[in-house]
T-cell receptor, first 111, second 112 residues
Framework: GQQVMQIPQYQHVQEGEDFTTYCNSSTTLSNIQWYKQRPGGHPVFLIQLVKSGEVKKQKRLTFQFGEAKKNSSLHITATQTTDVGTYFCAGLAGTASKLTFGTGTRLQVTL | KAGVTQTPRYLIKTRGQQVTLSCSPISGHRSVSWYQQTPGQGLQFLFEYFSETQRNKGNFPGRFSGRQFSNSRSEMNVSTLELGDSALYLC???????????FGPGTRLLVL
């Protein structure tokens, strides 16, 4: 079945440093979604990417969908303590197929 | 609009018992998905219901079952609980199958 892996599993950065998490799917995706889960909370939708090579920005967050639609990345510029949490990608292989969540990357930011 | 609600929020059961968890989706959403989240396994998809029909199913044993009612509310049942079923069970709703997931706060189940 479809597998979605994320690296790294965990990253600890100093506030102000940049952070990137990578998401890789075993199959071509029709779209990819990103979610953030704060400690003790539930996943919250951040963004959806649909087109090959698409890049979207949300303030300090930059999301990219690979040309082959099998990988994606989330880059955070100048991290803040409010960025702490686990970031999940979730891939959809086709219409009416199930959304498969990645393994998640836990981000810790310290002053 | 009110968000996704789940009841109960916390539950303690013993091995062999069964449990039923409830989820009320965002008003107007017809798709409800269930996920199991554990520290070691991440977010594992259980099943998705749309308009009372199961549309997708994950790789969980038959002890895990669900249903959806005509008002889109959904229940998940786990029979013959095992210690390994201890987890956070998250429900998510969306307006279409496998679209953006709006998660509820979850039910934390502890099996002793």
């Amino acid at each position: 079945g479809q597998q979605v892996m994320q690296i790294p599993q965990y990253q600890h950065v100093q506030e102000g440093e940049d952070f990137t998490t990578y998401c890789n799917s075993s199959t071509t995706l029709s779209n990819i979604q990103w979610y953030k889960q704060r400690p003790g909370g539930h996943p919250v939708f951040l963004i959806q990417l649909v087109k090959s090579g698409e890049v979207k920005k949300q303030k300090r967050l930059t999301f990219q969908f690979g040309e082959a639609k099998k990988n994606s990345s989330l880059h955070i510029t100048a991290t803040q303590t409010t960025d702490v949490g686990t970031y999940f990608c979730a891939g959809l292989a086709g219409t009416a197929s199930k959304l498969t969540f990645g393994t998640g990357t836990r981000l810790q930011v310290t002053l | 609009k009110a968000g996704v609600t789940q009841t109960p929020r916390y539950l303690i059961k013993t091995r062999g018992q069964q449990v039923t968890l409830s989820c009320s989706p965002i008003s107007g959403h017809r798709s409800v998905s269930w996920y199991q989240q554990t520290p070691g396994q991440g977010l594992q998809f259980l099943f998705e219901y749309f308009s009372e029909t199961q549309r997708n199913k994950g790789n969980f044993p038959g002890r895990f079952s669900g249903r959806q009612f005509s008002n889109s509310r959904s229940e998940m049942n786990v029979s013959t609980l095992e210690l390994g079923d201890s987890a956070l069970y998250l429900c998510a709703s969306s307006d279409r199958v496998s679209e953006t997931q709006y998660f509820g706060p979850g039910t934390r189940l502890l099996v002793l």
